[in-house]
């Protein structure tokens, strides 16, 4: 297969300044092991994906990223992301029913653009492997097994393929939590997906999820919730804990916690968009300290703030596959340097304590239902 950024991908120690910004330099070692390295089972199914993967969730967004808006510019970027990871070696995708604009007005939604990309990518390279990972909405008017399945043959048709690796559960509904894992059992046994998770799930419904499906002989492979060095929630209230009993792998979304983690951003340089009312300049002020601890760090290493604690330090939690967002190529290889290397036992307990110092970002409310 060609590379079309074999010369940024694939590194690991060696970088370079170029415009004031942080590039990778090849590394044909690193090359090699990135394609030899094992993949990771999800949790107690047979799916199998690359340990770190990307999230799509900014791709066709028109309601909390791009500014509100979505042009030919960032399609364009967002398909070079893409190409980009696959192109790294990275193969995971995670996208949702509800990613990108809204699905009732028809217009273009993640799934959508993911679905795409992969057709016009194995148009060229007939031989590519991806690994899709969608979730299913509980919306109030959807009720009992069925729904389920409707809305996952909706999202097969919108991703053109025949069938996903990962089909996930976007949050807990108020009603219908029951009927929604059966639907996912179902999936499971009519060969529509390979494997089932859920996201933003306590640890109540956690045990009760993975027990409804067992006794179908179904593993639930995963839950997908918002986890990153500053929002620990899930190591405070037993979903860790749980994941690891329970030997479900817990997928990271918000990873890099919106970028906050990367150094990007000051109290004079805040996020644009909603970001800027949860990271303001008082939160930015108190979390200066411990990026500054990062970026040391990461000079140690021969790495970006991004690639050094807020993926490395999630990667070495174990059982943790962190899903950043990639809205452009340059991004997505960043997250390559991740891969490779681990941070020492002393380096992920020193972050972890200079980051309890600091407030919690705020979390998805819904995960506490």
């Given at each position: 297969m060609a590379m079309s950024v074999s010369s940024a991908c694939f590194s690991v120690f060696s970088y370079k300044k170029v415009n004031r910004r942080t590039r990778a330099v090849a590394s044909e070692d690193f090359a090699v092991t990135l394609k030899t390295e094992d993949k990771v089972k999800l949790g107690g199914s047979e799916l199998k994906v690359t340990k770190l993967g990307i999230g799509a969730w900014s791709w066709g967004d028109t309601t909390y990223w791009n500014n509100f808006e979505w042009d030919d510019r960032k399609m364009k970027a967002a398909k070079a992301a893409f190409d980009a990871s696959v192109d790294c070696g990275i193969t995971f995708f995670d996208t949702a029913e509800v990613y990108g604009s809204t699905l009732s007005l028809g217009a273009i939604n993640s799934e959508t653009l993911l679905g795409r990309f992969i057709k016009e990518r194995k148009e060229k390279y007939p031989d590519t492997e991806v690994a899709v990972a969608t979730k299913f909405?509980?919306?109030?008017?959807?009720?009992?097994?069925?729904?389920?399945?409707?809305?996952?043959?909706?999202?097969?048709?919108?991703?053109?393929?025949?069938?996903?690796?990962?089909?996930?559960?976007?949050?807990?509904?108020?009603?219908?939590?029951?009927?929604?894992?059966?639907?996912?059992?179902?999936?499971?046994?009519?060969?529509?997906?390979?494997?089932?998770?859920?996201?933003?799930?306590?640890e109540r419904r956690l045990r009760d999820?993975?027990?409804?499906?067992?006794?179908?002989?179904?593993?639930?492979?995963?839950?997908?919730?918002?986890?990153?060095?500053?929002?620990?929630?899930?190591?405070?209230?037993?979903?860790?804990?749980?994941?690891?009993?329970?030997?479900?792998?817990?997928?990271?979304?918000?990873?890099?916690?919106?970028?906050?983690?990367?150094?990007?951003?000051?109290?004079?340089?805040?996020?644009?968009?909603?970001?800027?009312?949860?990271?303001?300049?008082?939160?930015?002020?108190?979390?200066?300290?411990?990026?500054?601890?990062?970026?040391?760090?990461?000079?140690?290493?021969?790495?970006?703030?991004?690639?050094?604690?807020?993926?490395?330090?999630?990667?070495?939690?174990?059982?943790?596959?962190?899903?950043?967002?990639?809205?452009?190529?340059?991004?997505?290889?960043?997250?390559?340097?991740?891969?490779?290397?681990?941070?020492?036992?002393?380096?992920?307990d020193e972050l972890r304590s200079l980051a309890s110092e600091i407030s919690p970002a705020i979390g998805f409310p819904l995960e506490n239902l």
């Amino acid at each position: 297969m060609a590379m079309s950024v074999s010369s940024a991908c694939f590194s690991v120690f060696s970088y370079k300044k170029v415009n004031r910004r942080t590039r990778a330099v090849a590394s044909e070692d690193f090359a090699v092991t990135l394609k030899t390295e094992d993949k990771v089972k999800l949790g107690g199914s047979e799916l199998k994906v690359t340990k770190l993967g990307i999230g799509a969730w900014s791709w066709g967004d028109t309601t909390y990223w791009n500014n509100f808006e979505w042009d030919d510019r960032k399609m364009k970027a967002a398909k070079a992301a893409f190409d980009a990871s696959v192109d790294c070696g990275i193969t995971f995708f995670d996208t949702a029913e509800v990613y990108g604009s809204t699905l009732s007005l028809g217009a273009i939604n993640s799934e959508t653009l993911l679905g795409r990309f992969i057709k016009e990518r194995k148009e060229k390279y007939p031989d590519t492997e991806v690994a899709v990972a969608t979730k299913f909405a509980a919306l109030p008017w959807r009720f009992g097994r069925q729904s389920v399945l409707n809305a996952l043959k909706d999202s097969i048709c919108r991703l053109g393929v025949s069938s996903i690796e990962l089909y996930q559960l976007h949050w807990p509904g108020v009603w219908g939590n029951e009927g929604y894992i059966d639907g996912l059992g179902d999936a499971v046994e009519q060969g529509l997906v390979k494997a089932v998770g859920v996201s933003n799930y306590n640890e109540r419904r956690l045990r009760d999820a993975y027990e409804r499906l067992k006794k179908r002989g179904i593993p639930l492979a995963s839950n997908q919730v918002n986890y990153s060095l500053i929002y620990r929630a899930p190591e405070q209230n037993g979903v860790k804990a749980a994941c690891d009993e329970l030997g479900i792998t817990l997928i990271a979304y918000s990873p890099i916690a919106q970028g906050a983690l990367t150094g990007k951003y000051t109290p004079e340089n805040l996020p644009t968009g909603p970001r800027s009312r949860i990271y303001t300049p008082e939160f930015l002020t108190k979390l200066q300290p411990l990026v500054n601890r990062i970026k040391e760090i990461g000079e140690n290493y021969g790495k970006t703030p991004t690639q050094v604690v807020v993926l490395n330090w999630l990667i070495a939690q174990e059982s943790v596959v962190p899903i950043p967002g990639a809205k452009n190529a340059e991004q997505a290889e960043e997250f390559t340097g991740a891969l490779g290397w681990r941070l020492s036992n002393e380096q992920v307990d020193e972050l972890r304590s200079l980051a309890s110092e600091i407030s919690p970002a705020i979390g998805f409310p819904l995960e506490n239902l």
